[in-house]
């Protein structure tokens, strides 16, 4: 065997072996990537509940259809603070009885959260933001005008 064909083997051998790793997944793991956050498979699920709540699936999608609790994750673990994501992942274990529930007690468990709450203030404004941001409501009910939009010449200016 020369030093060319070990060194190929090397390769292809080392090259496996990467590939192999990065194909072996945790299955109690998320479903996306998450840079500072730890949540598993079964506090993904919860998430999805908790948002399905706040946005119920009636003649439109609901925030579970639109995988609305994807966008939450990815937006606590890149625009909070390290002190926010732990507030928000604390609330989230405080909300491990809601998984199996119903939507009216999923809605009944966000509505008697107070105000000042990090929890249910971050997953409400984010769940928002998200629904409003979704390709769905983007290209079925926000009417999109290209810019300038129309000329409407006839409008009465107080003065």
């Known amino acids: 065997m020369d030093r060319r064909s070990a060194i190929r083997q090397m390769f292809v051998l080392?090259?496996?072996m990467m590939i192999a790793?990065?194909?072996s997944s945790d299955g109690s793991a998320a479903s996306i990537e998450l840079n500072t956050i730890k949540m598993s498979a079964s506090d993904e699920a919860l998430l999805a509940d908790i948002v399905d709540g706040i946005i119920p699936k009636t003649d439109t999608p609901?925030?579970?259809?639109?995988?609305?609790?994807?966008?939450?994750?990815k937006m606590v673990d890149d625009c909070h603070s390290p002190e926010e994501q732990e507030l928000f992942l604390s609330g989230l274990k405080s909300a491990k009885g809601l998984k199996g529930k119903s939507v009216e007690d999923v809605q009944a468990y966000l509505k008697q959260l107070s105000e000042e709450d990090a929890f249910g203030k971050i997953l409400k404004q984010r769940t928002i933001q998200g629904y409003l941001n979704s390709e769905y409501v983007m290209k079925?009910?926000?009417?999109?005008?290209?810019?300038p939009g129309r000329y409407n010449g006839a409008v009465k200016v107080n003065g």
Request: glycine letters at 12%; hydrophobic letters at 45%; proline letters at 0%.
């Open 14 to 16: 080392a090259g496996g």
């Open 21 to 23: 790793t990065s194909c």
């Open 62 to 73: 609901g925030a579970k259809e639109l995988k609305l609790h994807l966008f939450v994750m």
């Open 140 to 147: 079925n009910k926000i009417i999109y005008e290209l810019v």
